[in-house]
């Protein structure tokens, strides 16, 4: 029988056109079969061998297009991911910013660093700057969201440092689908996750 392990709220952040809104599209669509743009959290259910765990996963794009990103979408996060694009130089400058942000609103919870768009060959950022720029700070994935290569391996990682089980392992079947297999009910949880987002 499958446990469920506690619901973790997650933070994507990074510069625009990083992949953010894509990565909760891939991701979204492993587990629902539509991406709903409309909903202001996602959950992205992985099941692992000690249960199903939730990552509750706010999108940005909203307040990208109006220019701010407030405090608020940092507030009671329990992890986060810093996204950046290998191909721009300063989507990855802008780390920093995004990383002592975090810091500063959230103090310390487990922070990962993606580098997305690695299939593309105009790479301007190398693993071994981001290594010796960050090698000691955080922990870092090279991912290609539209390969959908290494994509769930940051939330497997902040998986096992957010219940403190170092043998953390997905199911073969990567990200639990939504169906009669499964006792959630989808739409209950959106309406339970937008509910919440009022609220704030």
């Not at 510069?15 to 587990?31: A, F």
């Not at 998986?159 to 169906?179: P, S, V």
Request: aromatic residues 10%; charged residues 30%.
């Amino acid at each position: 029988m499958s446990i469920k392990l506690p619901n973790f709220k997650c933070i994507i952040i990074g510069d625009p056109r990083t992949g953010k809104t894509s990565l909760l599209r891939n991701l979204s669509s492993k587990v629902t079969e539509e991406f709903n743009q409309h909903l202001a959290i996602h959950p992205i259910i992985f099941t692992t061998n000690f249960g199903t765990i939730t990552f509750e996963i706010r999108d940005t794009m909203e307040q990208e297009f109006k220019g701010t990103l407030r405090d608020s979408y940092f507030h009671n996060a329990d992890c986060a991911i810093i996204l950046f694009d290998v191909t721009s130089m300063a989507s990855y400058e802008n780390v920093f910013h995004w990383h002592r942000r975090i810091l500063t609103v959230c103090g310390k919870i487990p922070i990962v660093l993606c580098g997305n768009k690695i299939d593309i060959g105009q790479r301007r950022v190398t693993d071994d700057r981001v290594k010796f720029d960050y090698g000691h700070k955080l922990k870092f994935f090279e991912i290609s969201i539209r390969d959908e290569e290494s994509i769930c391996a940051p939330f497997l990682f902040l998986a096992q440092q957010l219940t403190k089980k170092l043998n953390f392992k997905e199911d073969l079947t990567e990200i639990k689908r939504i169906g009669s297999e499964t006792d959630v009910d989808l739409k209950m949880l959106h309406k339970m996750l937008d509910e919440k987002v009022k609220e704030m």
